[in-house]
């Protein structure tokens, strides 16, 4: 626990699970969770380094903006898949192929 | 003791955002995502972020769970606790995913961090982050403002029945 | 001190924003009363100023308070207020003269179109005089000059439906802009030379030498001496459009189209005494040259327009040149150095020309409502030629009327008498005693004095014309006359204040010798050091002793002057000795000129504007017909063959090479686009092996 590869590697696997989510998931919520456990481990991050290397609290503040932009994206996010749904009966990212059009 | 606790909250951690990414019921997954959020706030404390610590449960867990429920209960047929969940391109996503979990770790790991050797205890941070959010940071501040109304009005425009 | 200045500065502020924005509803509900009622509580605050100045009795009292308005680096501005007894006293004479005018107004505008607006214009007026008034730095005053500038021209133009209200509008506007173009030239030399717009700053900054060390080598290597004089110069343009000296007056007369209480509280008594109290700011740093300019144009003036005043027939006409008259005099007094004199005949002049206009407001009113009744809108009701007889009909506007005539004409016991005879004493010991400046170079000095004296017998003339014409004789349209009833109370009791205003008690307590005015005001107002080191300046040391000389002769002068004037116009307009057609076909030309007064506007019209106006249809014409026809046109046709020849090598050429390009394109983009299906997680899979890729090659 007083070492920084603790937290470094349990911020990679946060990640790594986080991106899986994003990357596989068709539930557009589901893929709204992946992205949070994304924003965590960059947290983490940024919280250790600021312990162990810095040594001051600008990681932190770094952080809390990071909180607010989660909180801000979450809710925008969540309007977008209300439109979606209303829009299409369903949420499912994959069958959102307009793009290709 | 501490190591105990330490080790048990980074387990949870783990686990708990395996199941958010492998499970599959979505209530499941909302309620191991709880987990996760909870575990990292233990992992702040044990990092000496108290004030973070506090937010990440006030926000995370207050705020940002409670509206991905109310995304799930708004757009599925909620006749059951059962919502499942499928995934797409399972392969080629495990394989990548694996392959940035590889490099971030190769890289990361054998670095040597100059001051890792001496890691830091802050007392308590809440003053310290007062003190900066109002001075070095405060242009950051005012616009992260301006973004919070920016989301909100858009996310209340957006989800209007008629665009 | 500061915090009541403060209060007297914005309550008018506030009252134009609670007109504008919310007068319109309250019209018919008494919304006026805010305004006035703000205006009484600056009044009250600043008679509260007046006390304390009293109770301190210190020459030398001044504050200054400033913030930064403008920073950029070397240069910088600042906004600021600076309080000193002539600021206490001004500050008087506008709140006495605003409150008076917004309770007058009640009556005399009642029922009108824009009734609100009205206030409103009239609170920020008063709240840019007052701006003026305390500026501590040239560049503010220069803020509040336009915005008096602004409130003056709205007021003119508050009947705008009629054009000659309009014009008069933009005349006003434009005449004085012409002025302030000098201002301004002379406010950057200064702020150029020295750094600051500040007064206190540019006085000490030249007093120790900047100015002659700077000057030189920033103005190509002029003499400094020379540029302070043509600084000066300048600057006092201002106060010539502002105070309406000649030759910028021609605005003035023609702003009494605007309502008569404005005529009194702007055009009379306090914004136009702005170019006056602008010159006060200026004293310390005038040299001699300049102050001999500004005597020079103060005392012609002075003359000029009393010789007009005679002939005119519109009462408001009258007291218009009167008006420009009597600003003559006082910027003359600064030009001689007689700063005590100038600025106190801005103070008397403020309280009994407020009071005539006030009153001929009165007699206008009455006329206008008794033309009502009779449904007559042909005859003018300002006509002097119509009146007649009055004084039985208005004992009230009469009186008023009988003591500031006296007041302004110079006659013992009233104010008008105390300042002017200051003012004639200065010229005269200027005239015996200067030698600095290029009117003493010319020995030209003691046209001042004749300017003085002959204005003071022509004053005294037309005044007492103007008494005869409306309150003597028989009426001359009987029916009219029939009709004629006192104005109401709200209407004469600030006549009366006003009157009381021009007794010559007031200014000189405590003592009470009519003949002298040492005083209360003397004692607080004293002439400041001049700052001028760079070349000849005013000896005021010297001077005050001569000033003290000259005071006996030139008061016995000034009245055998005053009463010869008198006696004149009663000759001829009460007891109809000598018969005014007559003296008028004697005088042939000089009749003529001065009642047209002196073709002023139509040198301008004629001389100035159409030359001007030709001069720019012939330009207009030479670029349409060479400039255009030959150079544009010819340069385009030209450009047209070159570029058609370069057209052809395009097509040929470059387009070739760019039709390849994008068929080699089409076919990339028609191989590649099976990899686009759509799905966003697709993409992302692409990036994220992207970015591994290339991650490894660039670490392995």
């Known amino acids: 626990m007083d070492h920084l590869s603790s937290y470094l590697v349990l911020s990679a696997i946060l990640f790594s699970l986080g991106l899986y989510t994003v990357v596989t998931r068709r539930n557009a919520v589901a893929i709204l969770m992946g992205v949070e456990?994304?924003?965590?481990?960059?947290?983490?991050?940024?919280?250790?380094?600021?312990?162990?290397?810095?040594?001051?609290?600008?990681g932190h503040l770094i952080s809390v903006f990071i909180i607010m932009l989660a909180a801000a994206e979450a809710a925008v996010a969540l309007a977008i898949v209300l439109n979606l749904y209303n829009d299409r009966g369903h949420i499912n990212v994959d069958e959102a192929n307009a793009l290709k059009q | 003791m501490a190591d105990f606790i330490f080790w048990m909250i980074w387990a949870l951690v783990v686990a708990s955002a395996a199941l958010v990414a492998f499970g599959n019921n979505l209530i499941h997954s909302v309620f191991a995502l709880m987990g996760t959020f909870l575990g990292v706030a233990g992992i702040y404390i044990f990092l000496n972020a108290d004030f973070l610590a506090v937010t990440q449960i006030v926000v995370y867990v207050g705020g940002i769970l409670v509206l991905l429920v109310f995304g799930i209960m708004l757009t599925n047929q909620i006749s059951t606790a059962q919502i499942s969940q499928s995934s797409v391109q399972k392969g080629l996503g495990l394989l990548v995913v694996l392959g940035v979990l590889t490099i971030i770790l190769t890289s990361v790991l054998p670095h040597d961090w100059v001051g890792s050797i001496t890691p830091m205890a802050f007392s308590e941070t809440v003053e310290g982050i007062g003190r900066l959010l109002f001075t070095d940071y405060l242009i950051l501040f005012e616009i992260a403002s301006v973004l919070l109304l920016g989301a909100l009005i858009g996310a209340a425009t957006l989800a209007r029945k008629e665009l | 001190m500061i915090k009541l200045a403060l209060f007297i500065l914005f309550l008018p502020l506030l009252s134009f924003v609670l007109q504008i924005f919310f007068g319109r509803r309250f019209e018919d509900k008494k919304g006026e009363w805010v305004s006035v009622g703000i205006q009484f509580i600056t009044l009250i605050m600043s008679l509260a100023m007046l006390a304390m100045m009293?109770?301190?009795?210190?020459?030398?009292?001044?504050?200054?308070?400033?913030?930064?308005?403008?920073?950029?680096?070397?240069?910088?501005?600042?906004?600021?207020?600076?309080?000193?007894?002539?600021?206490?006293?001004m500050l008087n004479v506008v709140a006495i003269i605003s409150a008076l005018v917004h309770l007058y107004s009640t009556a005399y505008m009642a029922g009108d179109v824009r009734y609100s607006r009205y206030f409103g214009f009239l609170g920020i007026f008063t709240f840019s005089m007052n701006g003026i008034v305390l500026a501590n730095s040239l560049f503010m005053i220069y803020i509040f000059w336009e915005l008096v500038g602004l409130s003056s021209y709205l007021l003119i133009g508050h009947w705008w439906e009629k054009d000659s209200a309009a014009d008069a509008g933009k005349k006003a506007f434009i005449t004085n802009r012409i002025g302030d173009i000098g201002m301004f030239t002379g406010m950057l030399i200064i702020a150029t030379v020295l750094g600051t717009f500040n007064f206190q700053l540019i006085a000490e900054r030249i007093h120790d030498g900047?100015?002659?060390?700077?000057?030189?080598?920033?103005?190509?290597?002029?003499?400094?001496?020379?540029?302070?004089?043509?600084?000066?110069?300048?600057?006092?343009?201002?106060?010539?459009?502002?105070?309406?000296?000649?030759?910028?007056?021609?605005?003035?007369?023609?702003?009494?189209?605007?309502?008569?209480?404005?005529?009194?509280?702007?055009?009379?008594?306090?914004?136009?005494?702005?170019?006056?109290?602008?010159?006060v700011r200026l004293f310390p740093f005038l040299t001699a040259d300049a102050m001999a300019t500004i005597a020079f144009i103060g005392?012609?003036?002075?003359?000029?327009?009393?010789?007009?005043?005679?002939?005119?027939?519109?009462?408001?006409?009258?007291?218009?040149?009167?008006?420009?008259?009597?600003?003559?005099?006082?910027?003359?007094?600064?030009?001689?150095?007689?700063?005590?004199?100038?600025?106190?005949?801005?103070?008397?002049?403020?309280?009994?020309?407020?009071?005539?206009?006030?009153?001929?407001?009165?007699?206008?009113?009455?006329m206008h409502h008794s033309l009502h009744k009779l449904k007559d809108h042909d005859t003018d009701p300002q006509d002097m030629r119509n009146m007649g007889g009055l004084r039985t009909k208005m004992p009230i506007t009469f009186g008023v009327f009988m003591v500031t005539t006296a007041a302004i004409s110079g006659i013992?016991?009233?104010?008008?008498?105390?300042?002017?005879?200051?003012?004639?004493?200065?010229?005269?010991?200027?005239?015996?005693?200067?030698?600095?400046?290029?009117?003493?170079?010319?020995?030209?000095?003691?046209?001042?004095?004749?300017?003085?004296?002959?204005?003071?017998?022509?004053?005294?003339?037309?005044?007492?014309?103007?008494?005869?014409?409306?309150f003597y004789g028989e009426a001359k349209k009987p029916q009219v006359f029939k009709h004629i009833q006192e104005s109401p109370k709200v209407m004469t009791v600030p006549l009366m204040v006003l009157a009381i205003l021009s007794m010559f008690f007031v200014f000189t307590l405590p003592s009470v010798?009519?003949?002298?005015?040492?005083?209360?005001?003397?004692?607080?107002?004293?002439?400041?050091?001049?700052?001028?080191?760079?070349?000849?300046?005013?000896?005021?040391?010297?001077?005050?002793?001569?000033?003290?000389?000259?005071?006996?002769?030139?008061?016995?002068?000034?009245?055998?002057?005053?009463?010869?004037?008198?006696?004149?116009?009663?000759l001829v307009y009460l007891l109809n000795k000598i018969s005014a057609e007559k003296l008028a076909t004697k005088l042939g030309a000089l009749y003529r000129g001065s009642f047209n007064k002196w073709y002023m506007d139509e040198f301008y019209i004629n001389g100035i504007i159409r030359?001007?106006?030709?001069g720019c249809d012939a330009l207009g014409r030479f670029d349409l017909e060479f400039y255009d026809h030959y150079l544009i046109n010819g340069w385009g046709r030209n450009t047209k063959r070159t570029s058609k020849a370069v057209g052809l090598a395009d097509d040929l050429i470059v387009d070739g090479a760019v039709n390849f390009s994008g068929i080699i394109f089409q076919w990339l983009g028609w191989t590649l686009k099976f990899i686009q299906t759509g799905k966003i997680q697709n993409y992302l899979i692409f990036v994220l092996i992207g970015a591994a890729l290339l991650f490894v090659v660039n670490v392995f």
């Open chain 3, 210 to 279: 900047v100015w002659a060390a700077n000057a030189g080598m920033l103005f190509g290597g002029i003499d400094p001496h020379t540029l302070l004089t043509i600084a000066g110069i300048l600057v006092f343009m201002g106060a010539v459009g502002k105070s309406a000296q000649f030759p910028l007056h021609v605005w003035l007369p023609d702003a009494m189209e605007g309502p008569t209480p404005v005529s009194a509280l702007i055009h009379a008594a306090t914004m136009v005494a702005a170019g006056v109290y602008l010159t």
């Open chain 3, 611 to 614: 030359p001007f106006l030709k």
């Open chain 3, 513 to 570: 010798n009519p003949i002298s005015d040492h005083g209360w005001f003397t004692h607080v107002v004293q002439a400041p050091e001049s700052a001028v080191t760079t070349g000849p300046a005013f000896e005021l040391e010297h001077f005050e002793h001569s000033l003290h000389e000259a005071h006996v002769p030139a008061m016995i002068t000034s009245i055998l002057v005053a009463g010869l004037g008198i006696l004149l116009a009663v």
């Open chain 3, 412 to 470: 013992p016991l009233f104010s008008g008498f105390l300042s002017k005879d200051a003012i004639l004493a200065g010229t005269w010991a200027y005239a015996a005693n200067v030698n600095e400046g290029w009117l003493a170079n010319l020995h030209m000095a003691w046209i001042l004095p004749v300017f003085g004296f002959g204005a003071a017998a022509i004053t005294a003339f037309y005044m007492f014309r103007l008494i005869f014409m409306t």
């Open chain 3, 54 to 89: 009293l109770s301190k009795n210190d020459p030398n009292f001044s504050i200054e308070v400033h913030q930064s308005w403008l920073d950029l680096g070397l240069f910088k501005i600042d906004l600021g207020i600076y309080i000193d007894n002539i600021t206490i006293i």
């Open chain 3, 299 to 366: 005392g012609f003036t002075a003359i000029y327009a009393a010789t007009i005043a005679i002939t005119q027939n519109d009462i408001k006409k009258v007291l218009a040149y009167s008006t420009v008259s009597q600003l003559g005099y006082m910027i003359m007094a600064l030009g001689t150095g007689a700063y005590v004199a100038g600025f106190f005949h801005l103070v008397t002049h403020a309280m009994f020309k407020g009071a005539l206009f006030l009153a001929s407001g009165s007699v206008i009113h009455a």
């Open chain 1, 37 to 58: 456990l994304i924003l965590n481990a960059a947290n983490i991050n940024f919280v250790a380094f600021s312990k162990f290397v810095t040594h001051n609290l600008d």
